[in-house]
């Protein structure tokens, strides 16, 4: 090998070996591990909370359910959180009524239906950029249910007051679909639409899925989103 194939040889190898240090410096950073919520140091964060109304329909009868939702809203995509509701509307059921004169034991006024839950929500937003866009909740949790009757309570000083017959608690799953509209950057409108639910009911003259059913009524979000 001449002397000059022997120099062009060597500044090969150099040009080689310190090509890639000089890549593996100029190179941007490594953004660090991924975690599920992306590993950004950009990522948005805020919270809401919201007053719902909800029309139901329980044991054949027309009700209203009233409740709060809110939670932290993670890049304006999903929201965790709570939501809970509570009946507003005492039902009635006759058969609880004819079934307690069976048994000896009626009650000293007609009875009444009550029930409430609440529990985990979760809520993807889709197209969340637009002013009107869909959300998708679903809530995880469980509620209680009882029968009772108006009476007066001689320990409460003869203030109106309840007379407590039989109840029970369940558990609940609630999927629905909100239709949104942005009216100013820190509230938002929806119509909600949702179905209930329920772990089987036990108690006497009531069907085990009366709690089933349909809400559809509106929510009104406050909040940083």
């Known amino acids: 090998m001449t002397t000059r194939t022997h120099y062009l040889a060597v500044l ?40 719902t109304a909800h029309y139901t329909r329980i044991m054949d009868q027309d009700a209203m359910l009233v409740g709060l939702r809110g939670g932290w809203l993670i890049d304006h995509r999903v929201t965790v ?39 985990l929500l979760i809520e993807p937003i ?10 998708l909740p679903i809530m ?18 003869g203030q109106p007051g309840y007379g407590y017959l039989e109840g029970q608690a369940f558990f ?8 949104e509209m942005n009216v100013i950057p820190l509230v938002r409108l929806g119509i909600s639409a949702s179905y209930r639910y329920t772990s089987d009911l036990d108690l006497p003259a009531t069907a085990k899925d009366a709690l089933h059913g349909a809400n559809v009524g509106v929510v009104v979000k406050i909040g940083r989103f």
């Open 140 to 157: 995880f949790g469980a509620g209680g249910c009882a029968y009772d009757f108006n009476t007066v309570l001689p320990e409460e000083d």
């Open 81 to 119: 959180g709570i939501a809970g509701h509570g009946l507003v509307t005492p039902l009635r059921n006759i058969a609880y009524d004819a079934y307690l004169l069976d048994q000896g034991t009626p009650a000293p006024r007609p009875t009444a239906f009550h029930m409430g839950y609440g529990g």
């Open 172 to 179: 609940v799953v609630e999927p629905g679909i909100d239709l």
């Open 12 to 51: 090969m190898i150099a040009f080689a070996t310190t090509n890639p240090l000089q890549a593996q410096t100029t190179a941007p950073p490594d953004d660090g591990m991924r975690t599920l919520l992306g590993g950004r140091t950009d990522l948005h964060h805020g919270g809401w909370g919201a007053p």
């Open 126 to 135: 889709i197209a969340y950029r637009s002013p009107v866009h869909i959300s």
